[in-house]
């Protein structure tokens, strides 16, 4: 299998209210990062070029991502379930989907459904 590029982007844990209603139980910023960095490192075991973007919030999110796409192209992108499932998101999802429907139109874009699946999300594109 030829290499390809994956970008993993999520809400960065450290700004997650985990004590809000809707935040997803049994977990924290710690279990977080461990499942991105674990995704990220079997994808790169693989042969994959894999990163990681932590989002900070929707007014940044655009040049965020702005900057991680500059130069770049990935072959899929990855977007956590933390930003498409947490109310508190939703500006910043919405931000995020134009940016890289803009930005990155070529891009396969997956969904993970917990921090330690994003390669796997990623692997149904590859």
Do not use: C
């Not at 995704?39 to 790169?44: F, G, P």
């Not at 070529?106 to 994003?118: E, H, I, Q, Y």
């Amino acid at each position: 299998m030829a290499k390809k590029s994956v970008l993993i982007v999520g809400e960065d844990p450290a700004l997650i209210d985990f004590g809000a209603p809707d935040a997803p139980k049994n977990i924290d910023a710690a279990k977080i990062m461990a499942g991105l960095n674990d995704s990220v490192a079997r994808l790169q075991a693989a042969g994959h070029e894999a990163e990681l973007l932590l989002t900070q919030d929707a007014a940044s999110v655009e040049a965020q991502v702005s900057r991680a796409l500059k130069g770049r192209t990935y072959d899929v992108i990855v977007i956590g379930a933390g930003l498409r499932t947490l109310p508190a998101m939703t500006d910043q999802f919405e931000q995020l989907m134009n940016v890289l429907r803009d930005k990155a139109p070529r891009a396969k874009l997956a969904f993970n459904s917990r921090p330690d699946d994003s390669d796997a999300a990623a692997r149904r594109w590859l």
